[in-house]
C-alpha cells in the first residue's frame, strides 16, 4: 500500500471544495488529517476565537470519522515528526499567504525530505496573482476589483470526506460542541433567501441583514469560491464585499510590515493621543455614545460586531479619542472570532486614513448622526446597552441623565476640529 499523505488544515477547516485533498489524493489513497495547535497565533487570539476554532476542529474531526490529529506544538517540529511517525510521502496544504504563515511554510518546507505541496488558498483568487499591466500591485480597491472579476476564479473543487481514506490516528480534542462547515452551508442557505435585500440592509445593525460568514470564512469552514458560485448579477454589492476581503490579503502580501506599520508612511508623523482610561472606556463600551458603546458591548458579549458599527467605533478612536489605530486592532484581534490579519488591519488603516482607499481625513462620523441613520428606532442600541431600553425610539442616541449610564467623555465637535488640524499638519 502506498505511504499516506499529509492533510495539514491550517484556514481550511472543511472537506468541501478542497484543492489540496485531491492533491493528496493523487499521491495516496490515504491520509493523515492533521491541525498544530501553534502558540504563536494562538497567543494573541482572545478565548472567543480559540473556542470557535475549537468548535470547527471537532465538526472536521466528526467529518474524519473521529480520525483529526491535533498536535500542540512548533509545526518546524511537529510536522516532520508526523512524518516520519506515519511514514507519509507527502505534506498537503492550501497555501498560506499571511506573513507569520509564509515565513512558518517556509521553515517546515526545509525541514522535510518529503515533498510539501501547496494547492489552493483561503481566497478565490491568491494574493499576488492579480496585477497592473506594468506588474505592480494595486493601490486602490476599485480598479483592483475590475481586475480581479476580470482574473476569474475556478468553479468549486468537487471534494468531501470520501476523497481520502482518513488513517486513523488519533484527536487530542476535548469535548464540547461541534460547528464548522456544516453550519457555515446552513447559515449560507438561509442567508440566500435575503441576498437580495442585502445591498438595502447591509448597513442596519438593528436588522438581520448580513451574511456572517467571516467567521466561517476566516477558518475555511467555506470556501469563498463557493459563496461566488451563488451570487448573480444583482449582487453586486456581496461580490464586492468579498472583493474587499480578496484585495486586503493582495495588499499585507505586498506590504507584510502594513500588518504593525501605516501604510501610508506620512501618518508616522501624525499625533496621537495616549490616554489609557479612555482607551478602557471604549472597549468597555462605557463612552456615554449609545451606538459606540452598543458595537462594543456586543463584541465583548457575541465576539463579533456588525460592519458599520466597526466602522463607527473605529472612527471614534482614532478621531474623537485620537489613539493609534493599532490599539483599537490589536483589542479587535483578540476578541473577533472572525479576527483576519488583512481585513482587519486594513480596516482600521482604512478608517484612520493612513491606509489604501483610505476614507479623506475629513470624513469624521458623527457617532449620534450614524446612529441616528442606520439604527433609526435604536433598537440595536437597546439591545446592547440595558441601560438604555426604557427611552423609546431614535431618542435612545441622545440620553441625558440616565442613571447608571456614562455622561459622553469628549465632546465630539471639538475632538473632531483636534483630529482636523492634527491630520492637516502632515498633509503638506
Same mark, same amino acid.
Given at each position: 500500500?502506498?505511504?499516506?499523505?499529509?492533510?495539514?488544515?491550517?484556514?481550511?477547516?472543511?472537506?468541501?471544495?478542497?484543492?489540496?485533498?485531491?492533491?493528496?489524493?493523487?499521491?495516496?489513497?490515504?491520509?493523515?488529517?492533521?491541525?498544530?495547535?501553534?502558540?504563536?497565533?494562538?497567543?494573541?487570539?482572545?478565548?472567543?476565537?480559540?473556542?470557535?476554532?475549537?468548535?470547527?476542529? /471537532?465538526?472536521?474531526? $466528526?467529518?474524519? &470519522?473521529?480520525?483529526? !490529529?491535533?498536535?500542540?506544538?512548533?509545526?518546524?517540529? *511537529?510536522? #516532520? %515528526?508526523?512524518?516520519?511517525?506515519?511514514?507519509?510521502?507527502?505534506?498537503?496544504?492550501?497555501?498560506?499567504?499571511?506573513?507569520?504563515?509564509?515565513?512558518?511554510?517556509?521553515?517546515?518546507?526545509?525541514?522535510?525530505?518529503?515533498?510539501?505541496?501547496?494547492?489552493?488558498?483561503?481566497?478565490?483568487?491568491?494574493?499576488?496573482?492579480?496585477?497592473?499591466?506594468?506588474?505592480?500591485?494595486?493601490?486602490?480597491?476599485?480598479?483592483?476589483?475590475?481586475?480581479?472579476?476580470?482574473?476569474?476564479?475556478?468553479?468549486?473543487?468537487?471534494?468531501?470526506?470520501?476523497?481520502?481514506?482518513?488513517?486513523?490516528?488519533?484527536?487530542?480534542?476535548?469535548?464540547?460542541?461541534?460547528?464548522?462547515?456544516?453550519?457555515?452551508?446552513?447559515?449560507?442557505?438561509?442567508?440566500?433567501?435575503?441576498?437580495?435585500?442585502?445591498?438595502?440592509? /447591509?448597513?442596519?445593525? $438593528?436588522?438581520? &441583514?448580513?451574511?456572517? !460568514?467571516?467567521?466561517?470564512?476566516?477558518?475555511?469552514? *467555506?470556501? #469563498? %469560491?463557493?459563496?461566488?458560485?451563488?451570487?448573480?448579477?444583482?449582487?453586486?454589492?456581496?461580490?464586492?464585499?468579498?472583493?474587499?476581503?480578496?484585495?486586503?490579503?493582495?495588499?499585507?502580501?505586498?506590504?507584510?510590515?502594513?500588518?504593525?506599520?501605516?501604510?501610508?508612511?506620512?501618518?508616522?508623523?501624525?499625533?496621537?493621543?495616549?490616554?489609557?482610561?479612555?482607551?478602557?472606556?471604549?472597549?468597555?463600551?462605557?463612552?456615554?455614545?449609545?451606538?459606540?458603546?452598543?458595537?462594543?458591548?456586543?463584541?465583548?458579549?457575541?465576539?463579533?460586531?456588525?460592519?458599520?458599527?466597526?466602522?463607527?467605533?473605529?472612527?471614534?478612536?482614532?478621531?474623537?479619542?485620537?489613539?493609534?489605530?493599532?490599539?483599537?486592532?490589536?483589542?479587535?484581534?483578540?476578541?473577533?472570532?472572525?479576527?483576519?490579519?488583512?481585513?482587519?488591519?486594513?480596516?482600521?488603516?482604512?478608517?484612520? &486614513?493612513?491606509?489604501?482607499?483610505?476614507?479623506?481625513?475629513?470624513?469624521?462620523?458623527?457617532?449620534?448622526?450614524?446612529?441616528?441613520?442606520?439604527?433609526?428606532?435604536?433598537?440595536?442600541?437597546?439591545?446592547?446597552?440595558?441601560?438604555?431600553?426604557?427611552?423609546?425610539?431614535?431618542?435612545?442616541?441622545?440620553?441625558?441623565?440616565?442613571?447608571?449610564?456614562?455622561?459622553?467623555?469628549?465632546?465630539?465637535?471639538?475632538?473632531?476640529?483636534?483630529?482636523?488640524?492634527?491630520?492637516?499638519?502632515?498633509?503638506?
Amino acid at each position: 500500500m502506498a505511504d499516506p499523505s499529509i492533510v495539514w488544515f491550517r484556514r481550511d477547516l472543511r472537506t468541501g471544495d478542497h484543492p489540496a485533498l485531491l492533491a493528496a489524493a493523487e499521491r495516496s489513497p490515504s491520509a493523515v488529517g492533521l491541525f498544530v495547535l501553534d502558540d504563536v497565533l494562538l497567543g494573541p487570539a482572545g478565548k472567543p476565537r480559540v473556542d470557535f476554532l475549537y468548535n470547527c476542529l /471537532r465538526n472536521l474531526n $466528526d467529518q474524519l &470519522g473521529g480520525r483529526l !490529529m491535533v498536535v500542540r506544538g512548533k509545526p518546524v517540529e *511537529v510536522v #516532520p %515528526r508526523v512524518v516520519a511517525e506515519f511514514g507519509a510521502g507527502s505534506v498537503h496544504v492550501s497555501a498560506d499567504m499571511g506573513p507569520y504563515g509564509r515565513e512558518r511554510d517556509a521553515a517546515v518546507e526545509a525541514a522535510l525530505e518529503v515533498d510539501f505541496v501547496r494547492t489552493g488558498s483561503p481566497y478565490a483568487v491568491a494574493p499576488g496573482r492579480v496585477r497592473k499591466a506594468d506588474g505592480e500591485p494595486y493601490k486602490v480597491f476599485t480598479p483592483f476589483k475590475r481586475a480581479w472579476l476580470d482574473h476569474g476564479w475556478r468553479a468549486p473543487a468537487d471534494t468531501d470526506a470520501s476523497t481520502v481514506d482518513w488513517v486513523d490516528a488519533g484527536t487530542g480534542l476535548p469535548a464540547g460542541d461541534s460547528h464548522g462547515e456544516r453550519d457555515a452551508l446552513l447559515a449560507w442557505e438561509d442567508f440566500r433567501d435575503r441576498l437580495d435585500d442585502y445591498a438595502r440592509d /447591509r448597513d442596519r445593525p $438593528d436588522l438581520d &441583514g448580513t451574511s456572517r !460568514m467571516s467567521a466561517y470564512l476566516r477558518w475555511g469552514c *467555506v470556501h #469563498p %469560491r463557493t459563496l461566488l458560485a451563488d451570487l448573480g448579477e444583482n449582487h453586486d454589492v456581496y461580490r464586492s464585499e468579498l472583493a474587499w476581503r480578496e484585495f486586503y490579503a493582495d495588499v499585507l502580501w505586498h506590504r507584510p510590515e502594513t500588518a504593525r506599520a501605516n501604510y501610508d508612511k506620512k501618518f508616522d508623523r501624525i499625533t496621537h493621543d495616549n490616554d489609557t482610561g479612555l482607551f478602557d472606556a471604549w472597549c468597555q463600551g462605557k463612552t456615554g455614545f449609545p451606538i459606540v458603546d452598543a458595537g462594543m458591548r456586543q463584541l465583548l458579549a457575541e465576539g463579533w460586531m456588525h460592519n458599520r458599527v466597526r466602522m463607527i467605533v473605529a472612527s471614534f478612536l482614532v478621531k474623537d479619542l485620537h489613539l493609534p489605530w493599532w490599539w483599537g486592532a490589536r483589542h479587535f484581534m483578540r476578541h473577533l472570532i472572525d479576527g483576519d490579519l488583512a481585513s482587519n488591519q486594513h480596516g482600521w488603516q482604512w478608517t484612520a &486614513g493612513s491606509g489604501t482607499d483610505a476614507a479623506p481625513y475629513f470624513r469624521v462620523f458623527n457617532p449620534t448622526s450614524q446612529g441616528e441613520k442606520f439604527d433609526p428606532n435604536g433598537d440595536y442600541v437597546r439591545r446592547y446597552v440595558p441601560e438604555l431600553r426604557d427611552i423609546p425610539g431614535k431618542a435612545v442616541h441622545k440620553p441625558s441623565g440616565v442613571k447608571g449610564y456614562p455622561e459622553p467623555v469628549v465632546d465630539h465637535a471639538q475632538e473632531r476640529q483636534v483630529a482636523l488640524d492634527r491630520y492637516a499638519a502632515i498633509k503638506g
